[in-house]
């Protein structure tokens, strides 16, 4: 059926008039958050690899990782265009240098026809903004997790929302696009909070999002702070209709890049739906409907 939203799978054919599929590599960069740069421990609901990851976890030089997606995703669903993506930890953590270095590594083949970065907003600055903006069709996607600065103390973020905005402005400005990252679900935030929130980002104009449940995974410190005072998660249902009212707040224009996730299954403490894709993806189609909402309705 015809989506009441405006997913990443729309966008990338009507950009590229072919099946494009992303490529999730492994720059070998870290994160200020976990080494001491900004504080310890990162962020609490990040686990050891970075979170939700599924980059490749061998030591592979970029060429080689590149390949052997290029030749799976070939296979297995017949793409025929790449999008090199740098996903786990803060891939803009490194100089200059040493980025153009990784980033020009990618461009290997023809088929790969732009770039996206996963980052902080506090490791970008105007230098490093400019090297990025030179590449083909280049995305930077900015974890902004909440808007609410009293949230981004209590998970550890190590970031104002002030520092957010400033990032997303300064990158739309170099004509590079952004997608931003939110999470639902946090233990002091509630329905109100959570729609603020979605409207302060909204306002910025992303070009893309993603939008998370809160998830507790093993080994992050989220878990442990489960484990001592056990805090309420939102079930399916209530999680897929504040996903729609927050699809209304948002631009017609924003891509939604995703609305449920695929997470280790094996890493989840709770909530375990979280891993049902395609029952969330359907629940929020239904829901669109029977509400005769689409997205851009409110915003």
Not at 136 to 147: D, F, L, M, R
Not at 283 to 289: C, E, F, G, R, W
Request: aromatic share 12%.
């Amino acid at each position: 059926m015809e989506k009441r939203y405006y997913p990443y799978s729309k966008y990338l054919f009507e950009t590229f008039q072919k099946k494009v599929y992303k490529i999730t590599l492994n720059g070998g960069f870290y994160c200020p958050n976990r080494d001491g740069t900004i504080s310890l421990g990162g962020c609490v609901f990040c686990d050891e690899k970075g979170s939700y990851s599924r980059c490749n976890e061998e030591s592979l030089p970029i060429e080689r990782q590149i390949k052997i997606s290029m030749e799976k995703l070939t296979k297995q669903f017949k793409a025929q265009a790449f999008i090199a993506y740098f996903q786990s930890y803060s891939n803009t953590y490194a100089d200059v240098e040493k980025l153009k270095e990784v980033y020009d590594s990618v461009f290997i083949d023809e088929k790969i026809v732009g770039i996206t970065i996963g980052t902080r907003p506090d490791c970008v600055n105007n230098e490093k903004l400019d090297l990025i903006s030179n590449y083909k069709n280049p995305w930077i996607e900015y974890g902004i997790q909440s808007a609410n600065n009293e949230t981004l103390r209590l998970i550890n973020r190590g970031h104002d929302f002030e520092s957010a905005s400033k990032a997303i402005k300064e990158t739309k400005k170099r004509g590079i696009k952004v997608c931003v990252h939110i999470i639902l679900g946090f233990p002091n935030e509630n329905r109100k909070m959570m729609l603020e929130s979605a409207k302060k980002i909204a306002l910025l104009d992303p070009d893309g999002i993603k939008i998370h449940m809160l998830t507790v995974l093993k080994d992050a410190p989220l878990y442990r702070m489960y484990q001592k005072e056990p805090f309420y998660l939102m079930n399916m249902e209530q999680y897929c209709d504040i996903v729609c009212d927050i699809l209304e707040i948002l631009p017609k224009t924003t891509v939604i890049e995703r609305i449920a996730g695929t997470g280790y299954s094996e890493t989840t403490v709770e909530p375990k739906w979280v891993n049902r894709r395609f029952e969330i993806l359907n629940m929020i189609d239904k829901m669109m409907l029977q509400r005769n909402a689409y997205q851009g309705d409110k915003y």
